[in-house]
C-alpha cells in the first residue's frame, strides 16, 4: 500500500493525473513524490503536496481534503485508488481498469467518458458523473459507478455501456442522449431524464415525472434488471428484496430519437 | 464635421449606417441610432475626464500602471483574464497572447451570454444564417426568450421584422412574427402571437414541438406544466412546418434559465427537424458589443470560443471548470485582469467578491463597479469612437470600427501590448 | 545570404532533376551565387522548392465555426507554447498558429484557402494574419453570388467582368471560386439543382452558365489562376459525369476541377457505387486546358467543410453526426460535419481508390496536385503518407490488402503500377500549383524566386523523410529545422487587382443597399489592415 | 402561491442599456437597477404599492429595491440586471458556465 497524506493544501487547483496505480508500481517512495503534478501554471512535485509512504504497489491511499485536487486516477488502467477525503473533479476520468474507493463527495465529472473499472462514492457526486466531456459523443463505455449520496446534472449524458447507481438523487436530465447502458437511481429521478437517449435503460424507485416524448409501454418484470440487481447486491449494494419481486412500468423513448430507450419505474410495493 | 457609416459596437446587432456629428472634440448629434446606441456615442468626448490609470486607488502614470499590472499577472498562479466584449478583435487578440504567456485562463462575457449557445453547437451543430437572410427571406420570425425591443432596439426595423426583402416584397406584411417567453415583454407588441410559458419550462415547450414536428401525437396532459396549451403548440408546429423560410431567434430566456445548453441545444435540433419540411434557421441574439469577436478570436487562436485555460502550456477548454463565474466563485483565480467589462456589477456575488479579494486589473474607459475594486485602474479610449478595430456582428459578419475622435487615452490594444511585452521581459529574466 | 551545398536538387520548372547543385540565397530570394553567410551541407538531402498547398479550408468563418463545435477533436492533439511559438490545438481543425507551424514543419511555406464568402473576407484575413510564416491567399466564392447570377441573366457580361474584378479588390482576394453553381443559391429554400441546366432561384441561370460565363471572365480580367470549380453533385454516386459535363461545357478555357475526387464517382446509388475516375483521367488526359486536384481521402477523422450548403446537409442526414450550416446573405452558404472515413466501409474504401486513381492515371503531373481538401479528405499533415503511396506501389498494394475489398473490386487501383519519381512529387506539390497558381516566384529554385526551400533527408521511408525536413527556409531564412520551429515570422498576402470601370459600384449600389444589411461604404476590406504584408500579382491578358 | 415567494426574472433594461452609458452612477442607471417590477395582484396581497421598498431574499443573498406595478404573470418579479440582481444569484452554474440568473425562487418582504 501507498499512502500519500496531503501535507500543503493548494492554494489554487493542483493537476495531479500521476496518481494512478499505472505511474506508481515498482517506484519507491522518493521516485513517487518526484511524480510531476501542476499547480496552477507551474510544475510541481506530487511531495511538494503529499508525504509518501510505502512503496510502489498499485493500491493507493490518500488522506486530506482534495477537494481541489483534480484528476485522480484519470487515465488509470489497473489496480486501486483510496480516498479518505472529498476528491476534485475528473475523478477517474477516462479510467479503464481498476477501482477507485472515495470516503467523501466527488466533484465534476468523476468517471466521465471511462472505458472501464470501478468507482464508488460514498457521499456526493458534482455534475457530469460518467458523462461526456462537451462535444465528445459518448460519454461513459464500460464500467461501474456507484454513488451513495446524491449526483448532479447530466448523469451518464451520452453513455454508451456500463452501470451508474446513485443511491440518492439525481439532478436534471440524467441519462441525456444516452446511446446504451443503464442508469439505476434509488432517490428521485431529476427532471428530463432520458431527453435525446436512443437506447439504455433508465430505471427509478420513484414516481418519474417524463418528457412528453415518452410512452408508456407495458408493466412488467425486466429479466435483465433481477440480474442486474443482484450483480449489484453481490458487489455490496444494498438492493430492497421488493425491488426484486414487484414489477415496473416500462416507459419507451425518447421518441426525437431512435425511441429504443427506456425508463423503468418501479410500481412500488 | 458630420461622419457618414458609422459602425455602432454597442450592442450585436452592430447597425453601420450611423451619422455622428462632431463639434469641439464632442458628440453633438446622432442619427440613424437607438437610443441604447445614441446614449453610448454620446457619453464619449476627448477630453481628459479621468486620470490615465490608478494604482490602489491613486493616480498613476500608464507606465507605473502596466507595470504593477505585469509584476500582478505574472506573479500569479491562476490568473483569470475576464471581459473582452466591449472592445474589438485586434485588442482580444493581445488578450489572447497575454493569456497564452501567462498560462492564464482566459473567459468572455459569452460564458454569461450565449455561452450555453456554443456549448449546444458542439453538441448537435447549428443551422442558422446572416441577418440578411433574414432580411430578404424570412416570412416567420419566432423570437424565443429574447427581448430585442429592449436589448438590440434596432432589431426589428433593420434586420427582421419590417424591412423588405428581396422575396419579402411587402416587408412587416409578409411575415409572421410570434413571441415565445414567461412575460409580455415590450418586445410583445410587435409580435402576432405571444405564447406565455411558464418560466424554467422552456425545454419541455421545445421538445413538444420537435415531438408535434415528426407528427407523434402528444396528449393534452404531457404539456400540462409547461404554460401553453397542446393547441397553441399545434398550431406552431404548423406554421413552423408551413413557412417557407423560418427563424428561430434565441434568448437569453433560454440560455439562463434551468436547462441552459440543453435548452439551446434543443432549439437548434428543433429547427434542424424542420429542414425535413422547410428551410428554417437559429440565430442566437448575442448581447454586447463585440462578444462574438471574442469568441472568435478564441476559436481561431485557440480552438475554444470561451473558458479557455492555458495553465498547462496548452489551451484547454471546460465550461463550469475554466469559465470565470466557476474559476471566481469557487476561489480559485488568484489575479484578474478585467477588460472592457464590469464582472463586478453583473456576475454573481460570490465571483464578483473573490475579484475584490485578489488583485485586479482593470481596463475601461470609464468608472464601474470593477474599477472600484481593482488594484490597478487604466483608462482606455472607447472602441469604435476614439479606437479602431474589428468588429463582429452577432450572426459573425466583420465589420471595422473607425476612430473619429481623439482621445487622451491609449487603446485597449496598446495597453494590452503594452503588459504582453512587460511579462515577456520579466519572463525571460526568470 | 544562405548557401545550400551538395544536396541532390529538384526543381522542376527549371528542368533541375536530382542533380548535386548549390542553392543561393540573399535578401529572401534566390540567387545564382551567395559567396559570404551560412552554409547548409545536404549532402545526402533532398533539395525542393518549398511546398505550395493548393486548396485547403484553413481561415475564415466556416473553419472557424469547425473548430468552435469540435473541442472533441483539439483535445486529442494539444500543441504547448513555446518561447519562440504560440500554443495551440492540432488535428483536423487546427488553430491558426498551429496550422502556419504545421505546415512549415512539413516543407510547405504558401498556403490558399480555398473558399471565403465575401462577406466575411475581413475575417478570412484575420485569420490568415494569425497564421505565422506561411504566404497565402484566398479564393473568393462567386458561384452563387446575386450579382454574378444577375448580370449573367441580363447578359450583360461587361458588367459581370467589372462585378468580378471589384469584388476581388474589395475582398482582397486571389482567384474566382465556384461552388456547386445554381445549387447553393437554390439551398437558400431548401433544394438543389441536379444537372448543369438546372437553374437557379433568384435568377434563371443555369450552372452551366455561371461556370462558362465566370471561364470566360478569368480570361479577359488576365487573373493568374484559372475558375477553380467545386462541381455540382458533389459526394453523390455518379457525379463524374457532371464533373466531365463541366469540363465540356467550357470548351477550351482553362478550368481547375478542384478536389476531383469527391466528384469522381459512377453507379447510381450507394449500392453500385464504384470508381469514376478513368473517365476523369482521360479527359483531363486529352484536354490540356483542365487541371485538377486530389481531395485525396485519408482514414480516419476529418471534419468536412464546404460552401455547398446542400451536399452537407445531406452529408449529415447519412451521417447522423452534428451539423452547422451557415446562408451568406446574398453570396453564398456554407455546412460543416464532422465525419470519419473508416477502412471497413466499402463506400469510403472506394472514395480513398479514387483519389489515387486520379493521381496515378492523370498522365501529365503538371496538371494533377496533391491536396486532400484539408479537412475535408483528411488533414493536411497527412500528405507524407501520401507521397508515400505514390512512390512506392508495394507500400501501396499492401495498404490496399488492409482496406474493404471495394476498392479492388470497384476501382482499377490494383491495377495501377505507376509509381512518382521524386522529381514528380516536387511537380505535384510545388512546381505544379505554383504555375497553375500564376505565382511566378514560387515553386522553383531559379534566380529571382523567392527563397523558399525545403531539405529533406533521403530516409528509406519516405514518409519519415516527408513528415520531418531536415531544414525548411522561408524568404531566404531558416523557419524550421528538424521539425522544429526555430523562426516565428509573419508571411504574405497574395491578392490580384484587375481594373475595372468605375460605374460598376452605381450599377450595384441600388441592390446592394436594398438587399444587404450592411452599407455599401463599409463592405470593401481596407488593405492597410487586413492585408498589412500583401502583394499583388499582376493580371496578363492572354 | 405561499406569501411573499415568487419567481425572480433578471434580464436587460432598456433603461439600464442607457443608463449605463450615463455612467454606473447616473440616477437612471440607479433607478433601473433598483427596481423590482411584480404583477399588480402579487402587490395588493404583499400590501405593496408602487415605490415601496422591500427585501429580495435568495438563498444566495438579499436586495433592498422599490418597487414597481407591472405587466407580469402573477407570481413573477422581474429586476434589471445590475448589482443587485447579482446579489441575489449563486455561482453554481451546473458545468455550464452560467449561473442561474432567470427563474430564481425569491422570497420577498416588506420594508415597513
Known sequence: MTTLRLKTWPAVPLEAEAITPDRFVGKTSAEIEALPVHHGNQEAALGDFFAVSGDGTPDIAIEGDLARVKLIGAGMTQGQITVHGDAGMHLGAAMSGGRIGVHGNAGDWAGAEMRGGQIYIRGNAGHGLGGAYRGSPQGMNRGLIVVAGSAGNEVGSAMRRGVIVVGGNTGDFTGAFMIAGSILVFGNLGERAGAGMKRGSIITYQTPKLLPTFRYACTYRPVFLRLLLRELRSLGQEIAEEWFERRYRRYCGDLTAFGKGEILAWEGP | MQIDHVVCAFCGC???????????????????????????????????????????????????????????????????????????????????????????????????????????????????????????????????????????????????????????????????????????????????????????????CLWALRALIRGLDLEESAVADTGLTLAQLQDLAGRMKSCRFGVLFVGQGLTQSRGKQMNTAAAFMLVRDLYAHTKFAVIPMRGHGNVTGIDNVLSWQTGYPFGVNFSRGYPRFNPGEFTAVDVLGRGEADAALIVASDPVATLPRVAARRLAQIPTVALDTHGSETTKVARVVITTAPAGISAEGTIYRMDNVPLRLRKFLPSPYPSDEEVLGRIVERVTQLRARN | MLRIINGEVYDPLNGVNGEVRDVCAADGKIVSEAPDGKVIDAQGMVVMPGGIEFHAHVAGGKVNAGRKMRPEDHREMAIPRTPLTRSGVGHTVPSTFATGYHFAQLGYTTVMEAAGPPLGARHVHEELNDIPILDKGFFVLMGNNYFVLKFIAEGDFARLKDYVAWLLEATGGYAIKIVNPAGVDTWKWGRNVNSLDDPADTFPVTPRQIVVNLARVQQELGLPHTIHVHCNNLGVPGNAQITLQTMQAVGDLPIHVTHAQFNGYGGTGWGDFHSGAPELAAYVNEHKNVTVDMGQVVFGPVTTMTADGPWQYRLYQLSGHKWVNCDVEMETSAGIVPYRFSKRNAVNAVQWAVGLELALLIEDPWRVFLTTDHPNGGPFHAYPDIIKLLLDRDHRAEVLEGVHRGAQKRSSLKDLHREYSLFEIAIITRAGPARALGLRQKGHLGPGADADIAIYSKAADPKEMFARPRYVIKAGEIVAQDGRIVQDKPGRTFYVAPGYDRQIESAIRDDFEKYYTVSFENYPVQFDHYLPHRVAVSCVRE | MPDGKLTLITGRSLKQGTGLNKGKDSSEYREAVTTVEMNGGDMTRLGLCDGDLVKIKTSHGEATVQCRRAELPEGMAFIAYGPLSSCLIGAETHASGMPDSKGLEVEMERIS
Open chain 2, 14 to 204: 452592430v447597425c453601420d449606417d450611423l451619422t455622428v456629428t462632431l463639434e469641439d472634440g464632442r458628440v453633438t448629434g446622432v442619427k440613424q441610432a437607438c437610443a441604447l446606441g445614441r446614449a453610448w456615442l454620446l457619453g464619449h468626448s476627448a477630453e481628459a475626464d479621468q486620470p490615465p490609470a490608478l494604482i490602489d486607488g491613486q493616480p498613476a502614470s500608464l507606465e507605473e500602471a502596466v507595470e504593477v499590472a505585469a509584476q500582478i499577472l505574472s506573479q500569479a498562479r491562476y490568473p483569470l483574464i475576464y471581459g473582452l466584449s466591449s472592445t474589438y478583435c485586434e485588442a482580444q487578440r493581445q488578450a489572447v497572447a497575454l493569456a497564452d504567456l501567462l498560462g492564464a485562463t482566459i473567459d468572455c462575457c459569452t460564458s454569461v451570454c450565449h455561452g450555453p449557445s456554443g456549448i449546444a453547437m458542439q453538441v448537435v451543430g447549428e443551422p442558422t444564417c446572416t441577418l440578411g437572410e433574414v432580411k430578404n427571406r424570412a416570412d416567420l420570425l419566432i423570437y424565443w426568450g429574447s427581448n430585442p425591443a429592449e436589448s438590440h432596439p434596432l432589431h426589428f426595423a433593420r434586420y427582421a421584422v419590417t424591412p423588405k426583402g428581396l422575396f419579402i416584397p411587402r416587408g412587416r406584411k409578409d411575415r409572421t412574427v410570434v413571441l415565445v417567453d414567461v412575460r409580455p415583454t415590450a418586445s410583445a407588441r410587435a409580435a402576432d402571437i405571444f405564447l406565455q410559458i411558464k418560466p424554467g419550462r422552456d425545454f419541455e
